[in-house]
């Protein structure tokens, strides 16, 4: 057995007061906490604290949302009040202690709440005040709800995803939600850098908007320049690059995705046609566009003498292709268990559960593996790390200000 310890995780050491619900900024957060973050829930305790405990439709045995834990592993839950003034008092003691503050809530809230660098900067100069709101605390649309699906179809989505001719059609996930997450990760380091250089802290803003209209990038740039508006194809081709779409195999479908010159040759010659190499048709990617409808028929009428399994292990490591999976077939990819994709966690209560691990791979430290906290679980145990005694927490109790 080595005697070699695992690195520290890059992020210990950094407190992160977050004032979350839901999906997009707990998702954010997760990332912080996976990387070695304390990141603190503040949940009021007079509501049940974030909603999200609540959602389903699938529950653990001890009956906590599985939807619940997908997004908040690795945190603690501390519960209080902001709304009342011993709240804000005790909120204050925290900001003291801490790095940065991660708010997802409407655009006029974190100004009531009072979570911003303007109301926090006497309690500590340094604290960096992140926010994620759906259209930005400015603006004429400051105080409006919003939500992923409602943002995918605004900025887009629904008129690029899918095939033509068909209804407007959303993206499976909530892809909004987890983009502005990662961006409010990435801003909320940014910023911190930032005040640890300086020795001043900051707001920085992220909205879920301003990041499913970022995400259109290529196709903005288009539209912008050149006044197209690109539109669904069919097969879920690639704009311009070809062959980049479904193709049919004997069995159902597979993905092709070309889009360097150099595997169209790899391609032929995996497909026993190396005459294709040079058909002056086919010479650049322009030709193959312009002859996209041909190359369909002809990688039809070759893919379908195989299976699709046949074919990704002919191609494997020359030709880019992937096969069309379900939710299922995605999880139980024998890749996924040799990249070690799936955690497992032990949750009072239930016994073991498995979900996936965190994307960032941190040389030899490992990831922790902590369920997502009991509402209020880490209440006492913060606040008497702040110096408040019994009496004072019990007194807090009683106001149900914690």
């Keep these: 057995m080595s005697d070699i310890q695992p690195s520290p995780l890059p992020l210990e050491g950094v407190r992160v007061l977050a ?3 839901y ?31 609540e959602v389903g439709p699938h529950f653990f045995d001890n009956g906590e949302s599985q939807f619940f834990h997908a997004y908040n592993r690795n945190k603690k839950s501390l519960t209080l009040d ?4 011993a709240g804000q008092e005790v909120f204050h003691d925290l900001v003291r202690s801490a790095d940065a503050v991660a708010s997802n809530l409407r655009g006029d809230v974190p100004d009531k709440l009072g979570l911003t660098y303007e109301a926090l900067k006497r309690h500590n100069r340094k604290i960096v005040c992140a926010h994620l709101s759906a259209y930005g605390r400015q603006g004429s649309r400051a105080a409006w709800p919003g939500f992923d699906y409602l943002m995918q179809a605004e900025a887009g989505y629904f008129s690029l995803t899918g095939e033509p001719g068909g209804p407007p059609t959303r993206m499976g996930l909530s892809v909004v939600d987890q983009m502005t997450g990662l961006a409010l990760a990435y801003a909320l380091l940014a910023a911190l850098t ?23 990038a290529y196709p903005a740039i288009w539209y912008l320049n050149e006044g197209v508006v690109q539109e669904r194809l069919e097969r879920s081709a690639h704009p311009s690059l070809t062959p980049c779409q479904l193709y049919t195999t004997r069995d159902g479908w597979i993905y092709l995705m070309c889009n360097k010159e150099k595997f169209w040759p790899v ?40 299976d699709t399994a046949e074919w990704l292990e002919a191609f494997a490591g020359t030709v880019p292709a992937a096969p069309i999976n379900d939710l299922a077939g995605a999880l139980d990819n024998p890749f996924v268990a040799e ?27 490992d990831t922790p593996a902590n369920p997502a906290p009991n509402l ?9 790390g702040l110096g408040y005694d019994d009496d004072r927490l019990t007194a807090l109790k009683a106001d149900k200000v914690i």
């Design 267 to 306: 391609l032929c010659k995996a497909l026993g046609h190396e005459e294709w190499i040079d058909d002056v048709r086919f010479a650049r990617f322009k030709d193959r566009l312009e002859n996209r409808a041909v190359i369909q028929d002809m990688l039809d009428e070759e893919l379908s003498r195989r």
């Design 19 to 21: 004032v979350e619900q």
């Design 376 to 384: 209020g679980e880490h209440t006492d145990d913060v606040l008497r």
């Design 194 to 216: 930032g005040a640890r250089e300086s020795g001043e802290g900051r707001d920085i803003d992220v909205s879920l908007f301003d990041i499913a209209l970022a995400n259109t």
């Design 339 to 365: 990249q070690s994709c799936i955690q497992t966690v032990d949750l009072p209560g239930h016994g073991a559960y498995r979900m996936l691990g965190s994307p960032v791979r941190c040389g030899d430290s």
């Design 23 to 53: 999906g997009a900024g707990p998702f954010g957060t997760l990332f912080l906490a996976d990387q070695g973050a304390e990141v603190i829930k503040i949940e009021n305790p007079n509501d049940g604290g974030d909603f999200a405990r």
């Design 82 to 85: 902001l709304s009342t003034d």
